[in-house]
């Protein structure tokens, strides 16, 4: 069974030929897998940067949230290079954090969408202190 890549001008494809037919996995499907992934890992809190987790609260209120935010994939014929941008919750370990998306992802991507990952960049991008949600509610009560 070998892998294809297919470019279109927006994006590229994974395409699996076999002898009864083609598989063909957009780039979005793989990075909605690993966004999956990533969310399912203890310690952390959310992803994307600054931008995209303000985008990503507006997507959440009308309920339409966003599952690929803060990941980046590549796709090539036979591998995925993933980056993730995590906000990583307070106080946990950094690095632990960092290597259990790079697993979690790693074991998605290859279980689901049966490819091999080439390489998984992990950016903690910033840490949630849950007090300063706690500030943030009081400071709300406050002005209404």
């Given amino acids: ?8 001008p927006s994006t590229t494809r994974a395409t699996a030929a ?3 037919g083609k598989t063909t ?9 690993a966004g999956i992934a990533a969310r399912e890992v203890s310690g952390v809190h959310a992803l994307g940067g600054g931008a ?8 959440d209120a009308l309920n339409t949230t966003d599952l690929s935010q803060g990941i980046s994939v ?15 919750e307070y106080p946990v370990s950094l ?6 998306v790079r697993a979690s992802i790693a074991r998605a991507i290859t279980d689901l969408v049966g490819m091999d990952v080439a390489e998984i960049n992990v950016t903690i991008n910033d840490v949630h202190i849950p007090s300063d949600d706690d500030e943030d509610q009081a400071q709300e009560a406050r002005v209404q």
Wanted: proline share 0%; hydrophobic share 50%.
């Fill in 1 to 8: 069974m070998a892998n294809v890549t297919t470019a279109t």
């Fill in 25 to 33: 996995i957009e780039d979005g499907v793989v990075a909605k897998i």
């Fill in 74 to 88: 590549e796709v090539g014929e036979t591998q995925v290079a993933v980056d993730a941008t995590v906000v990583a």
């Fill in 18 to 20: 076999t002898t009864a």
């Fill in 95 to 100: 690095q632990k954090v960092a290597d259990d």
């Fill in 52 to 59: 995209a987790r303000v985008v990503g609260a507006i997507r």
